[in-house]
């Protein structure tokens, strides 16, 4: 069973910058397209940005130019940079193993969620 553990959330001023990480265990990290998704106070979870296991990358368009996933297969983990935040980007982050950048949908694999809160 995959276990995957997020990391790196926390309270932002609007501007600023974090990045979150996420660690999996329990299954070939290089062999799973790996992704962020976020679920906002009464809304939907959402995609925000996937990586394949080859390195291409699926950002939505509220991010581009903002957030950057990245991956380090030796290190079993998945980043996501999030810069030049914005209050809209308050949300539960959550990580996804197995979900495919071509279709958008989400893998069986989640982790537990981290806040991130923009506010100032």
């Known amino acids: 069973q995959v276990q995957l553990m997020e990391s790196g959330g926390g309270l932002v001023q609007p501007g600023g910058s974090l990045r979150l990480s996420c660690t999996a265990s329990?299954?070939?990290?290089?062999?799973?397209?790996m992704g962020w998704y976020r679920q906002a106070p009464g809304k939907q979870r959402e995609l925000v940005a996937g990586i394949s296991t080859y390195g291409a990358t699926y950002y939505a368009d509220i991010v581009k130019g903002r957030f950057t996933i990245s991956r380090d297969n030796a290190k079993r983990t998945v980043y996501l940079q999030m810069n030049s935040l914005k209050p809209e980007d308050t949300a539960v982050y959550y990580c996804?193993?197995?979900?495919?950048?071509?279709?958008?949908?989400?893998?069986?694999?989640w982790g537990q969620g981290t806040q991130v809160t923009v506010s100032s």
């Open positions: 329990g299954t070939i990290f290089s062999t799973n397209s």
């Open positions: 996804n193993a197995g979900l495919s950048i071509l279709t958008r949908s989400a893998g069986g694999s």
